[in-house]
């Protein structure tokens, strides 16, 4: 079936350190995809909306200047945190659809990123 | 906007019993989909099951059925014959229909304890 890879799965970095998150569509093509984020023993709140080709759309509240997203192709969305401080430390997820064929396919998911700002 | 609405945050059930977790969701649409996704200690979102807004018939996935009251708004999700590994956090979650570029609006979630 479809999978979704998203790397890495865990981060831990200093204060004021950039970090890229990765995720894949492996098996289709992917012109949306979507990152959540979740603290502890929360629900998935989702952040923004990444669109090959274009500008993300961000979620009410979301820095897009904190939260870079590019989707440069129709396999790839990247999530860059830059000058991460402790309050950014979370769990990321990214998610995709297969768009070609039935309108109801279901969201993929990957298996997240657990970023740890010190 | 929508919203969904988890009002058990955790549940408890024996092995092999039947257990029903309930989900409440507003929204003007007339056309959606609903879903219940799994998450494990892993952290991994497993689709448990979905129902499209304009099917009556619930939908079932072998131990997994929904009970979709759609003038009630209400998405219930029943676990039959629980099982050690249906332990994990559940949440119900809502798209608009047509709504390909929408990502999900996920409740709060119901930690769900399963004993043995």
């Known amino acids: 079936g479809a999978v979704v890879s998203q790397h890495p799965s865990r981060v831990i970095c200093k204060s004021g350190t950039s970090v890229k998150i990765e995720c894949r569509s492996l098996d289709f093509q992917a012109t949306t995809m979507f990152w959540y984020r979740q603290f502890p023993k929360q629900s998935l709140m989702l952040m923004a909306t990444?669109?090959?080709?274009?500008?993300?759309?961000?979620e009410q509240g979301v820095e897009k200047d904190k939260f870079l997203i590019n989707h440069a192709s129709l396999t790839l969305s990247t999530l860059t945190v830059t000058s991460a401080h402790p309050e950014d430390s979370s769990f990321y997820i990214c998610s995709a659809r297969d768009l070609q064929g039935r309108s109801n396919q279901p969201q993929h998911f990957g298996d997240g990123t657990r970023l740890s700002i010190l | 906007a929508q919203t969904v609405t988890q009002s058990q945050p955790e549940m408890s059930v024996q092995e092999a019993e039947t257990v029903t977790l309930s989900c409440t969701y507003d929204t003007s649409e007339s056309d959606y989909y609903l879903f219940w996704y799994k998450q494990p200690p892993s952290r991994q979102m497993i689709l448990v099951i979905r129902q499209e807004a304009y099917k009556q018939q619930n939908a079932t996935e072998n131990r997994f059925s929904v009970n979709f009251q759609k003038a009630a708004k209400s998405f219930s999700l029943k676990i039959s014959d629980s099982q050690l590994g249906d332990a994990a956090m559940y949440f119900c979650a809502y798209r608009r229909w047509g709504g390909g570029a929408d990502g999900l609006t996920f409740g709060k979630g119901t930690h769900l304890i399963i004993q043995p």
């Open positions: 990444s669109n090959e080709g274009s500008k993300a759309t961000y």
